[in-house]
């Protein structure tokens, strides 16, 4: 089964840190993808990464950073927290067929709050 | 924003058919249509997807309209564990962004 690891489920941190979330996928994928999830918002795209050291800004790119050194691992990183960035920050991996993005497979997520 | 529109909310009684109704109304002919829910707590999990014709696995059934501008996932028999929130969104086949709307929080009622 695909495995898509978050570093961790619960995180709390405060305004100005530098905060680092980490994703590790173990299915060999090339797509990697972080997201934020907040009540009646859905989920909103932040950056994703189609290849190692390859980004491409999301819906909601501002405040927030991504590094992909290897192919497993997608960091997102908040380069000064801030309160509005409390939320629920889930990764996500798929690969291609043929053209087509297949599925994404998603981590459980870690809910981030920021005091 | 969204590409694809959904009703906020659904209930439905457990063992009878639930219908999710979805929007495509900016689809284009290489976009594929993906459905994914959410338990509570979870991350969201892939259920099924098709471009064209109707398509059927385990887990649920899904319908596009010929002009592929609505689907509608169809969960058999519903019992309270598909309690969720349900996500259809429409894929390319090229470097995109993949936007996931609100969704449908679907409610199944002993």
């Known amino acids: 089964d695909v495995k898509v690891t978050q570093s961790s489920r619960y995180l709390v941190k405060r305004t100005g840190e530098k905060v680092f979330l980490e994703c590790v996928q173990d299915?060999?994928?090339?797509?990697m993808f972080w997201y934020r999830q907040d009540p009646g918002l859905g989920l909103r795209l932040i950056y994703f990464?189609?290849?190692?050291?390859?980004?491409e800004k999301g819906d909601i790119p501002e405040g927030y950073s991504v590094s992909r050194e290897k192919k497993e691992r997608f960091s997102l990183i908040l380069e000064s927290a801030s309160t509005n960035q409390t939320s629920m920050y889930l990764c996500a991996s798929s690969s291609w067929t043929s053209g087509r993005l297949n599925e994404q497979f998603f981590g459980p997520g870690t809910r981030l709050t920021v005091l | 924003d969204a590409k694809t529109t959904q009703p906020t909310s659904m209930d439905c009684a457990e063992g009878r058919a639930a219908n999710l109704p979805c929007n495509h109304s900016?689809?284009?002919?290489?976009?594929?249509v993906y459905w994914y829910r959410q338990i509570h707590s979870q991350g969201p999990q892939y259920i099924i997807h098709?471009?064209?014709n109707n398509e059927t696995n385990e887990m649920a059934s899904l319908i596009i309209t010929e002009d592929r501008k609505s689907s509608t996932l169809i969960l058999p028999h519903a019992t309270l564990r598909d309690t969720a929130v349900y996500y259809c969104?429409?894929?390319?086949?090229?470097?995109?962004?993949?936007?996931f709307g609100p969704g449908t929080s679907l409610s199944v009622i002993p």
């Open positions: 900016t689809i284009s002919g290489n976009e594929y």
């Open positions: 098709g471009l064209k």
């Open positions: 299915m060999d994928h090339e797509n």
């Open positions: 990464s189609y290849d190692v050291k390859m980004k």
């Open positions: 969104i429409d894929v390319k086949t090229s470097y995109d962004k993949v936007i």
